[in-house]
């Protein structure tokens, strides 16, 4: 599977040396492999064809996360969360890089604004759990329903 997406974001890039998305594309492909120098290489080139590309900023943002750069993938989340403010996967990243940098409390507003989803559902929990609200905490990960998917393949 990753062959395939290294040589369809190959692809990409030749087919449109221009477009930011090839190269964002082959960075989660090398950050995947565990080749973040590489990866890194890759996002300044597409941050330098387009530099509010939010998908390749929120990729770039999973990648600081992963490498324990916690300051700088918050800095990237928000940047993310204001350039498509009406996207909920990115107001909850957003909240999930306030949690990682130990802003729990500031994250609950966030999540309570989205629609219930899986991944909402836990991060809110785990905020509300932060914040010493153990009730809340249970309620909201008691509240998740079968039709609510986790995408790694089983429900919640």
Do not use: H
Not at 86 to 91: E, S, T, W
């Amino acid at each position: 599977m990753q062959a395939k997406a290294e040589m369809a974001a190959q692809e990409a890039i030749r087919l449109d040396p221009r477009y930011a998305g090839g190269y964002a594309s082959l960075a989660d492909v090398r950050s995947l492999s565990g080749k973040w120098a590489e990866a890194e290489d890759l996002f300044r080139q597409a941050f330098a064809l387009d530099a509010n590309d939010p998908d390749a900023l929120n990729r770039y943002y999973v990648m600081l996360i992963v490498e324990g750069r916690l300051k700088e993938s918050l800095a990237f989340a928000e940047r993310v969360r204001m350039l498509e403010p009406l996207v909920p996967v990115y107001q909850r990243n957003f909240a999930g890089a306030l949690q990682t940098n130990g802003q729990n409390q500031a994250s609950i507003p966030i999540l309570e604004s989205i629609a219930a989803g899986y991944y909402r559902d836990v991060y809110l929990a785990r905020a509300y759990a932060a914040a010493g609200d153990y009730a809340k905490s249970a309620d909201t990960l008691l509240g998740i329903t079968g039709n609510q998917v986790c995408p790694m393949g089983f429900a919640g």
